[in-house]
């Protein structure tokens, strides 16, 4: 266990480690692996909850709290914490999936929870044009993992593009949508995704591997969970709307 230690005082006012801790999890996440990864980043932060210590004490001393435009804010966003309790509550309150809806859902859905696994090739480069000349390379018969350790721009490169074994799910959705759409042996693109611009080989199809109760037992749960949830949120809607009748005036 962490020993609490004062490590900044603003007036009166102690801050404890345990406080910085709580300040640094109230950040964005990235922020805080910036200013973490620089030599003085520690020291940045806690200026910086200190600052926000003093623009408290600013506040309180101007009576802010009393401004019209901030108890216009204050109302909004306390509105907009309540519905999100209230939401939060509700869907908190469904029941756990049950053992035997597990296995329903299991029998119900055999075919949907069926994976494809390809093993597909790529190269991935930045610029669109460069792509559809690789992939004119290629048509001509060049040969398609020396290009890929030439002008491929994915660690893959070195060994000839390829990615190995995934199934569907594993990719960007734009990189799926094309691959397992394809033949062995089919070259395509150039496919544009959040990474650059794509030329895939379909290198082979392989089984499709059949579920197993255990092992879609997590997803399975996952979905159930969802819907339940949903169905928890929209019962108390239609109980809500028999006390205040909803009227869309359009």
Avoid: W
């Avoid at 020993?3 to 990235?30: H, M, Y």
């Avoid at 922020?31 to 210590?53: A, P």
């Avoid at 000349?133 to 350790?149: R, S, T, V, Y």
Wanted: a negative charge; proline letters at 3%; aromatic letters at 8%.
């Amino acid at each position: 266990m962490t020993d609490i230690k004062v490590i900044a005082k603003v007036g009166n006012k102690e801050f404890t480690n345990e406080d910085f801790q709580r300040f640094l999890s109230s950040l964005d996440p990235n922020i805080v692996r910036h200013f973490m990864n620089e030599e003085n980043g520690f020291e940045t932060i806690l200026k910086e909850m200190l600052n926000q210590e003093l623009m408290l004490h600013y506040a309180e001393d101007e009576n802010l709290e009393d401004d019209e435009e901030f108890q216009r804010v204050f109302k909004t966003t306390k509105e907009n914490l309540l519905k999100n309790y209230a939401y939060q509550k509700i869907i908190t309150s469904a029941p756990e999936p049950t053992e035997e809806e597990i296995k329903e859902y299991f029998e119900a859905h055999k075919k949907d929870l069926e994976k494809t696994f390809v093993n597909a090739s790529h190269i991935l480069v930045e610029d669109e044009e460069l792509a559809k000349d690789i992939k004119a390379k290629i048509d001509k018969g060049e040969n398609f993992e020396e290009l890929a350790k030439e002008y491929s721009t994915c660690p893959s490169k070195d060994k000839g593009g390829n990615l190995g074994d995934f199934c569907q799910g594993q990719m960007v959705p734009e990189f799926d949508e094309v691959v397992f759409k394809m033949k062995e042996g089919e070259v395509a693109g150039p496919v544009q995704t959040q990474f650059g611009f794509h030329v895939i080989k379909l290198n082979k199809i392989n089984a499709t591997q059949k579920p197993d109760l255990d092992t879609a037992r997590e997803n399975i749960i996952v979905e159930l969970k969802r819907v339940k949830q949903l169905n928890a949120y929209q019962n108390k809607v239609e109980e809500l709307k028999e006390e205040y009748p909803v009227e869309i005036l359009l």
